[in-house]
Structures are given as structure tokens and as C-alpha cells.
């Protein structure tokens, strides 16, 4: 790993002439010396990856692996691309004035000398810090020892809300064209629109306070025999969305909850410092259950 992070922090193709005469080079001697790869020879492996992937690596005295300029360049050009369409998403949100780049990737110089070319000409400045491998760390140890200050109210980027089960109305044309299917409540069949609707806790550009709670109660159980319930949460950029399977809607979490017929859930969703807190409440037990976060900087 060490070898890999020098050749990525190093690798600038526009200093390199051609293809043939500066492959990237990545100095294994370590990884065969120590005997990682349980006996095998590192050609083998270099063979095995050059037939799966399409690859054109090449061994140079048993130890270090030779990429070809354009492979690698192909290979860094992906992540960077991702990279600088996120600023550009950001951008159009809020202006900004700097663009701080850390972490390990923080000193490629393709990443640097392409945001540069990407943003300095809007007027944008990129500082890259001393060690910004550290300045994540450093940052989150700061934020905790604050101990909640730091972040008073934010913007919700999406709608956010769950999936429920919707009662069929054959004179819904949304309806009619999900479908349905039956279930047993109280004692008799029940039609229920096959796709869960969705229900809504917070809309898009709602101003929201650290651990507000915003919530939804009187959920019950769709058939008789149910001994627990699901709930799934999701986030929307439409904040029209009536059903899950819309486009936009992307499930961010779920959580499951013990109830039974004649036994009520609620649900809370919040905004911590850092993340997002959603939980389940039997209102008739008690049973508190937490939801699992499916932490996706696009869906969040």
C-alpha cells in the first residue's frame, strides 16, 4: 500500500513524454519479500490480472509492476472526473471562495493541477494544507472535542420520508397501474396498493436544528398475523414523490419493530451532528428500535 500511495501521489501523465518510454512503475519487493502472496510468483499474478481485466502489465525484475501511461491515466481520469462533477453540484448549491483539498488523495498532482484548471479561473481558490493525509483526523477529533457546538441548524438537500401501505382505489389510475394484492386486516381481505406509498417527515429546503425530532405516528400493522413491521426510509429529490418506485427515490435505511394486531408504531427522523437518526417506537410496549443508515454522501 505504501508503494501504491507514492506511485498515486507522483503520477502526473502531462510530465511524462509517451507511452512506451514512462509506464508507471509500482515496487513490490516488500509484498514478495514478506511472502504475502503465499508462494506464488508475482508473474502469475500479473498474468491472472492481464487476463481478467484486459490489462497490459508487465514484470520487471520479478519485483516491480510496470503500468502502461494510458492504463493508468484511464484508471486516475475516473475518480478524478467523479471528483470534480461533485464540485461542480456544490457549486451550483452555494458559491464558494476556496476549495481545501485533503486526505491522501489531497496531493496527486493530476487531482491538483486539474481542479486548479477546473476552478481557479471562476475565481475560486484550491489550498492543499501541509500533511493533508492528517487534516480529515485532525478535523474530526476539533469537531467532537466541541461536543455539539459546532453545527446549530442545516438545509435538508432532499425530501426525506418512508414507505408505507396504501389502501387500493381502483379509480386511482396510479393505483391501477402498480396494482394490488390482498391482505387479511381485522378479520377480512383488504386490497393494498403493491408499491408502498411514501410518506413524508421532512421536505427538501427545510431548515432543520441538530436532533430535532420530526416525526409520524399511528402506523399498524397490514395483516393479521404480522408480529413485527419494516420500515423503509428513503430520500427523494422530488418532493412530490407519492410512491417509492419513483424516480429520484433512493432508500437510505431501514428499521424493523416488534408490533402486533391493535399495537401502534411511531417514527422519529433527526439531524445529528454528523448524521442521521431515524427510530421506531412501539407506542403500546414501549420497544424502541434504531434504524441502520446506509451512509451514501449522494443519498444524504
Not at 6 to 17: G, R, V
Not at 24 to 45: T, Y
Request: with cysteine; aromatic share 8%; hydrophobic share 40%.
Amino acid at each position: 500500500m505504501k508503494a501504491w500511495e507514492e506511485t498515486k501521489i507522483q503520477f502526473d501523465p502531462s510530465e511524462m513524454q509517451d507511452d512506451t518510454a514512462h509506464p508507471v512503475r509500482i515496487n513490490l519487493a516488500a509484498l514478495v519479500g514478506d511472502g504475502v502472496l503465499g508462494g506464488r510468483a508475482l508473474q502469475s499474478c500479473v498474468d491472472a490480472y492481464n487476463r481478467t481485466f484486459g490489462g497490459n502489465l508487465t514484470l520487471k525484475r520479478g519485483t516491480t509492476v510496470l503500468m502502461p501511461l494510458v492504463q493508468a491515466t484511464s484508471l486516475f481520469k475516473k475518480v478524478i472526473d467523479k471528483i470534480i462533477h461533485l464540485v461542480k453540484e456544490l457549486l451550483v448549491e452555494k458559491p464558494m471562495q476556496y476549495i481545501y483539498l485533503v486526505g491522501g488523495f489531497a496531493e496527486s498532482k493530476m487531482l491538483h493541477k486539474r481542479v486548479v484548471a477546473e476552478f481557479e479561473s471562476r475565481g475560486l481558490r484550491v489550498i492543499v494544507p501541509m500533511r493533508p493525509q492528517l487534516m480529515v483526523v485532525k478535523g474530526a477529533v476539533l469537531f467532537g472535542l466541541q461536543k455539539g457546538s459546532a453545527i446549530q441548524s442545516r438545509v435538508a438537500r432532499f425530501t426525506y420520508g418512508l414507505g408505507i401501505g396504501k389502501q387500493y382505489d381502483p379509480l386511482n389510475h396510479e393505483h391501477v397501474r402498480r396494482g394490488f394484492e390482498w391482505h387479511k386486516h381485522d378479520g377480512k381481505k383488504v386490497q393494498y396498493v403493491k408499491t408502498s406509498g411514501f410518506s413524508v417527515l421532512v421536505n427538501k429546503g427545510t431548515q432543520v436544528r441538530v436532533l430535532e425530532k420530526h416525526s409520524s405516528h399511528g402506523y399498524r400493522i397490514m395483516h393479521d398475523d404480522q408480529t413485527e413491521v419494516m420500515f423503509s426510509l428513503y430520500s427523494t429529490t422530488n418532493s412530490a414523490a407519492k410512491f417509492v418506485d419513483e424516480i429520484g427515490m433512493k432508500q437510505i435505511g431501514s428499521v424493523i419493530l416488534p408490533l402486533v394486531k391493535g399495537q401502534i408504531a411511531n417514527v422519529e427522523l433527526s439531524f445529528g451532528n454528523t448524521e442521521i437518526l431515524a427510530t421506531a417506537t412501539n407506542a403500546n410496549t414501549g420497544a424502541v428500535r434504531d434504524a441502520q443508515i446506509n451512509y451514501n454522501f449522494d443519498n444524504l
